[in-house]
T-cell receptor
């Protein structure tokens, strides 16, 4: 089945710097890759997603890139702010739904220092 | 509350007791999921249901049970067989399975054994 690896597990940056989180997946048939942000004690919320027919997607300070050949996708946050501090989860969606719909990485705890 | 409601927010269980966590959605989503979240462990799938009256075990189903009698509802019972139930439990729903369907999460239930 699909397996998603996420790195790093923790990331600390200065306010204004960029942050990059990388995920790799194993099932080349996976076709949907969302990213979720979870603030402390809160629910995960979708921040951006990308489908397998697209290489890059941007939304203001957030971007996601997908390399299907290498089977990895990355979240890029520019001009980080303290409110970006949270745990970020990547996920991949294998076809068929036999493992549930989304397979999640273990998460990256991002800390943005003012 | 984002269309998916979990209750209660906090729950305390005595040793040997069964407890039931509620999850209700008004999004008309076909699929529903239960995840357990422990610190540093990410999201682990307990059970999922793709259609009414059908559900599948996830990675850590032992000591848990579910039912899906209505499309809107997917309650989770934590039985006395679950030896370490203290965790944050998240319910989620999606419009379908097999790709391109993101999740909407509930706000979670924090279960503590006393």
């Amino acid at each position: 089945g699909e397996n998603v690896e996420q790195h790093p597990s923790t990331l600390s940056v200065q306010e204004g710097d960029s942050a990059v989180i990388k995920c790799t997946y194993s099932d080349s048939a996976s076709n949907y890759f969302p990213w979720y942000k979870q603030e402390l004690g809160k629910r995960p919320q979708l921040i951006i997603d990308i489908r397998s027919n697209v290489g890059e997607k941007k939304d203001q300070r957030i971007a996601v890139t997908l390399n299907k050949t290498a089977k990895h996708f990355s979240l890029h946050i520019t001009e980080t702010q303290p409110e970006d501090s949270a745990v970020y989860f990547c996920a991949a969606s294998p076809p068929g739904g036999s493992q549930g719909n989304l397979i999640f990485g273990k998460g990256t705890k991002l800390s943005v220092k003012p | 509350d984002g269309g998916i409601t979990q209750s209660p927010k906090y729950l305390f269980r005595k040793e040997g007791q069964n407890v039931t966590l509620s999850c209700e959605q008004n999004l008309n989503h076909d699929a529903m999921y239960w995840y357990r979240q422990d610190p540093g462990q990410g999201l682990r799938l307990i059970y999922y249901s793709q259609i009414v009256n059908d559900f599948q075990k996830g990675d850590i189903a032992e000591g848990y049970s579910v039912s899906r009698e209505k499309k809107e509802s997917f309650p989770l019972t934590v039985t006395s067989a679950q030896k370490n139930p203290t965790a944050f439990y998240l319910c989620a729903s999606s419009a379908g399975t097999g790709g391109s369907y993101g999740y909407t999460f509930g706000s979670g239930t924090r279960l503590t054994v006393v």
